[in-house]
């Protein structure tokens, strides 16, 4: 029944365009840069070639700005039909009721038996309903460059976060343009300071990152201001104009060799692939904390289409074809990140080389990594990254302790209704 359905939707969409003018999908993507925009043009290409009498308008604002863009797009419904729709962003768009529920879609796809485990749940976040379909897995690791910190006699990668500032202590030469950690001081560095904080930890609660087991907010304990203290150490070990740094610069001071230890999702394997060469870096485990662990989060992306698109069914097929084996595989090979198909892993051997050492040792050690999530499904998590952002710039120049800003970050949760 699930075929015959799949493929009676695919005959009337096809049928329209033999009798009917071109149709345009208007597609709009998050995470722009040169190299990803790529490869999404060859994989557009493809599905027009399939599809004749289907053109597809891509539309890429620069990431700084793109959740904006969307926003205002849908907001006041222009013209659009699909939104790549990031885990930060999911809650904020599905609140505005401008997505699609993809639920019939989905009971009716041979998609769903192949997904990786926790990939369809996460496609859930928002109230229990999948308003998007992922396409890629991001969870942060430790990329590092042997060639540079081997110098230093520093040939392995760290394992506990104090070696890793001994290593950043050791190798930076202000006079030199030599540094240690790479950055991030803008555009959403959430991620970088939490995966330092709640290494302090060895209780956080699996559902909610910003919780301990015993249901209270991390930003009380003082094991917080001891990860943030301990975030500012690393900080000195970094340039100083890295307090606005964002993903690009980020990659340019890993590749340059002046940043040799970058905490960094696996999207930016294809850019070092490209602007460096597999064999000038390494990943690596996130390294652990005084609490004995790291708490990686698992982040996705893929495709939304919008409420009031005219074309969804024909939207939907383009979902589909984005996620089938062979095309999930070329997007997250050519463009890096890891594949939500399964059997990805099994058609294509790059994503067992040792390029993907750090992900693979995290996700088998599970003493050492417990995977943890964030509050996505709050109401509150839209407000919450420019607040964190803000308020940590502060402390970094100095104009605000970290003791204010922990408190400033609980009162946040608390009126959100999180935690004791």
Not at 56 to 67: C, D, F, Q, R
Not at 343 to 355: C, G, L, M
Request: aromatic share 14%; charged share 25%.
């Amino acid at each position: 029944m699930r075929r015959f359905w799949v493929i009676f939707i695919t005959c009337i969409v096809s049928i329209s365009f033999l009798f009917g003018e071109a149709v345009t999908l208007r597609v709009i993507q998050v995470f722009t840069s040169p190299l990803r925009t790529k490869v999404l043009e060859q994989i557009i290409s493809q599905f027009e070639s399939k599809n004749p009498g289907v053109k597809i308008e891509l539309i890429s604002p620069p990431y700084e700005t793109a959740y904006q863009k969307i926003y205002l797009m849908v907001s006041a419904e222009e013209p659009l039909d699909i939104v790549e729709v990031g885990d930060w962003s999911l809650s904020a768009l599905a609140s505005m009721g401008k997505l699609l529920s993809l639920e019939a879609y989905l009971a009716n796809s041979e998609l769903t038996k192949n997904l990786v485990s926790g990939v369809l749940e996460a496609a859930r976040t928002y109230k229990n309903t999948a308003y998007l379909l992922p396409n890629a897995i991001y969870v942060k690791t430790l990329f590092y460059r042997p060639d540079i910190t081997s110098r230093y006699n520093l040939v392995d990668a760290p394992k506990t976060m104090d070696e890793l500032l001994n290593y950043c202590k050791t190798i930076t030469k202000p006079e030199q343009n030599q540094y240690g950690f790479d950055f991030r001081g803008k555009g959403y560095p959430t991620a970088f300071i939490d995966i330092v904080m709640t290494s302090f930890f060895n209780d956080i609660d699996p559902d909610c990152m910003y919780l301990t087991r015993d249901g209270k907010l991390i930003f009380e304990d003082r094991r917080a201001l001891d990860g943030m203290n301990f975030y500012l150490e690393l900080f000195k070990t970094a340039p100083k104009d890295s307090i606005n740094w964002g993903f690009d610069e980020q990659v340019n001071s890993f590749v340059s060799g002046i940043t040799p230890y970058l905490f960094q999702d696996p999207d930016t394997v294809g850019l070092l692939n490209e602007l460096l060469g597999r064999e000038k870096y390494s990943t690596a485990p996130l390294p652990v904390g005084k609490g004995g662990k790291a708490y990686p989060t698992i982040g996705f992306a893929g495709w939304g289409i919008t409420s009031y698109s005219k074309n969804k069914d024909l939207a939907w097929k383009f979902l589909e074809f984005f996620n089938s084996p062979e095309i999930n595989a070329f997007w997250c090979r050519d463009y890096g990140a890891l594949p939500v198909d399964k059997r990805v892993y099994e058609i294509d051997p790059y994503f067992k080389s040792e390029t993907f050492n750090g992900w693979k040792v995290m996700f088998e050690d599970n003493l050492h990594y417990q995977f943890t999530k964030y509050p996505l499904d709050n109401e509150a998590w839209s407000e919450w990254n420019e607040l964190h952002e803000t308020t940590m710039q502060q402390v970094l120049l100095g104009k605000m302790k970290p003791e204010a800003a922990l408190k400033q970050w609980a009162d946040f949760w608390k009126k959100a209704g999180l935690g004791k």
